[in-house]
């Protein structure tokens, strides 16, 4: 497995372990009333989320041109694997760090309000009493938390659904669209050029339909209509849809590289 690759798999590990805190960041702007500040912060891990598999493109560039001359792009399928099981596994391990995340980023933003500036807050962070309360803070995921996930009871399952399709796309888009420019070397980059398109099916699901969701329930604990504890609910299915996206994505990678490469050819 070549440097890049590595690089990639160990980015992409990153940045989809902070795609996953980021739904927590709701949750502490309801527990803390500090909507404006925690929706600032959440909407930082949005745009990396959905930005981030644009660094794998450029990184994996040298080992498909490489790919192209040998003449066996069968080659990549282990390393698209790969890369896919490392955001499985990725999104598993946020979503079990997300009880300690809450708590470290409540704190966070009540220390905000205080020194009202974000490099004091990070100097606060790094300095002792910083350090110890975030020891303090380290929380193992509850057992009724995860049984929840048993009852579909007040669930919004299109919702979940359609969070766990647009999550599918956004995972395979980059690495569909590069499978296929290697499946049809000759429109490569008409192929690439395609990733854009699929990617924004994805953002048009989260946009119409998950984000407005979202941020309705959150005015609805708000104001008292809906429970903290049914809004805990409806953030832990839908984590558990992002981790049901990124399996699903395996199994899309090679139906969606061929679709692209049909496209491909139309144009």
């Known amino acids: 497995m070549s440097t ?23 949750i502490v702007g309801v527990r803390t009333g500090r909507i404006a500040i925690s929706f600032a912060v959440f909407n930082i891990f949005s745009l990396i989320s959905r930005t981030a598999n644009s660094v794998q493109a450029p ?5 498909i041109e490489s790919t192209i001359k040998t003449g ?3 080659s990549l399928l282990p390393i698209f694997r790969w890369i896919l099981f490392s955001t499985t596994l990725a999104t598993i391990i946020g979503a079990l760090l997300m009880p300690t995340f809450i708590k470290v980023f ?8 205080i020194y009202r500036s974000i490099p004091k807050l990070l100097i606060h962070g790094f300095s002792k009493s910083g350090i110890e309360q975030f020891k303090s803070s380290i929380t193992r995921p509850k057992k009724q938390n ?15 659904l359609f969070n766990t399709v647009a999550f599918a796309i956004t995972t395979v888009g980059i690495l569909a669209s590069l499978y296929a420019g290697c499946l049809n070397p000759e429109l490569r980059t008409t192929c690439s050029t395609l ?8 953002t048009i699901l989260m946009f119409i339909f998950i ?37 699903l994505a395996q199994f899309l990678l090679v139906p969606s590289a061929k679709v692209i490469g049909y496209i491909a050819k139309l144009i």
């Open 195 to 202: 990733s854009s398109v699929i990617n924004g099916l994805s």
């Open 146 to 160: 995860l049984a929840q996930l048993k009852s579909f009871k007040m669930i919004p399952k299109k919702i979940v």
């Open 106 to 113: 409540g704190k966070a933003v009540e220390g905000f309000s």
């Open 59 to 63: 990184l994996l560039a040298k080992t």
């Open 72 to 74: 066996n792009p069968e």
């Open 4 to 26: 890049q690759v590595l690089i990639v798999l160990i980015l992409t590990f990153i940045i989809y372990i902070i795609s996953t805190l980021a739904y927590s960041v709701r």
């Open 211 to 247: 984000d407005p969701f979202i941020s309705m329930l959150t005015d609805d604990v708000i104001r008292g209509d809906c429970s903290q504890f049914q809004f805990n609910r409806c953030v832990i299915f839908i984590v558990g849809g992002l981790i049901a996206g990124t399996i």
